[in-house]
């Protein structure tokens, strides 16, 4: 019988992009679900912010952080309880998940985190989520240091991606088209294009890359014509 070859713990698993890494890879990958929504989690009444719902289990291969927001207002109109909010879920959440399994990673490990273009392309009404997202990609950068050569950590920057989190962006085919055309390559991306980028980071192909942030924007960040 064919053997998974790597145990990944996907956090925030009922998200368009996990759910698509699942369905593709699943053959290749013992996969185990957090997530508080149950019909996409290996155990019930998960809380990202109580460690004591999180699964006790060792010897991860891999790490994939999916929690994030999306809240666009301008600075004026963004309380500190929506900042408080987006970093309680984008960072605090993923360093609680850190703490807990840091001890349970086997040797050669993979972690992901999700950013976004905006923490490196300066956007109107992204304060809140391009600075959680900034914290994110730095935090990458020195635990990739900091825990090599055991494990890498990386670190995936999407532009806009038709997800049921960004279903207000895509109402109808005018909004669609208008968010094309901001990207270089004329099209916004799929929840493939993302897991695509999750997996090879997860793979093998990937064993000479950390401390990066991938850029998987249709050209926004890097590319103006």
């Given at each position: 019988?064919?053997?998974?070859?790597?145990?990944?713990?996907?956090?925030?698993?009922?998200?368009?992009?996990?759910?698509?890494?699942?369905?593709?890879?699943?053959?290749?990958y013992?996969?185990?679900?957090?997530?508080?929504?149950n019909?996409h989690?290996?155990?019930e009444?998960?809380?990202?912010?109580?460690p004591?719902?999180?699964?006790?289990?060792e010897?991860?291969d891999g790490?994939?952080?999916?929690?994030?927001?999306?809240?666009?207002?301008?600075f004026?109109?963004?309380?500190?309880?929506?900042?408080?909010?987006?970093?309680?879920?984008?960072?605090?959440?993923?360093?609680?998940?850190?703490?807990?399994?840091e001890?349970r990673?086997?040797?050669?490990?993979?972690?992901?985190f999700?950013?976004?273009?905006?923490?490196?392309?300066?956007?109107?009404?992204?304060?809140?989520?391009s600075?959680?997202?900034?914290?994110?990609?730095a935090?990458?950068?020195?635990?990739?240091?900091e825990?090599?050569?055991?494990?890498?950590?990386n670190?995936?920057?999407?532009?806009?991606?038709?997800t049921?989190?960004a279903k207000?962006?895509f109402?109808?085919?005018?909004?669609?088209?208008?968010?094309?055309?901001?990207?270089?390559?004329?099209?916004?991306?799929?929840?493939?294009?993302?897991?695509s980028?999750?997996e090879?980071?997860l793979?093998?192909?990937?064993?000479?890359?950390?401390?990066?942030?991938?850029?998987?924007?249709?050209?926004?960040?890097?590319?103006?014509?």
């Amino acid at each position: 019988m064919f053997k998974k070859s790597m145990k990944i713990l996907l956090v925030g698993a009922s998200s368009d992009i996990a759910c698509d890494l699942f369905a593709r890879y699943n053959n290749e990958y013992q996969f185990v679900r957090l997530s508080s929504n149950n019909d996409h989690s290996d155990i019930e009444n998960f809380n990202i912010q109580d460690p004591s719902t999180y699964i006790d289990d060792e010897n991860f291969d891999g790490i994939v952080y999916f929690p994030g927001t999306i809240v666009l207002k301008p600075f004026k109109q963004l309380s500190l309880e929506t900042f408080q909010d987006d970093y309680n879920i984008n960072v605090l959440g993923l360093l609680k998940i850190l703490k807990f399994y840091e001890s349970r990673l086997s040797d050669n490990s993979s972690l992901i985190f999700i950013s976004t273009v905006a923490a490196k392309l300066g956007m109107p009404f992204h304060a809140s989520i391009s600075m959680c997202k900034s914290s994110i990609e730095a935090l990458a950068k020195s635990l990739a240091a900091e825990w090599s050569p055991r494990v890498r950590i990386n670190c995936i920057a999407p532009s806009l991606v038709e997800t049921k989190l960004a279903k207000r962006f895509f109402r109808n085919d005018k909004q669609k088209e208008i968010m094309s055309e901001r990207h270089p390559l004329k099209t916004t991306g799929t929840p493939e294009d993302i897991s695509s980028a999750i997996e090879f980071l997860l793979s093998k192909k990937s064993k000479w890359i950390t401390g990066q942030v991938l850029g998987v924007d249709g050209g926004m960040s890097t590319i103006k014509l």
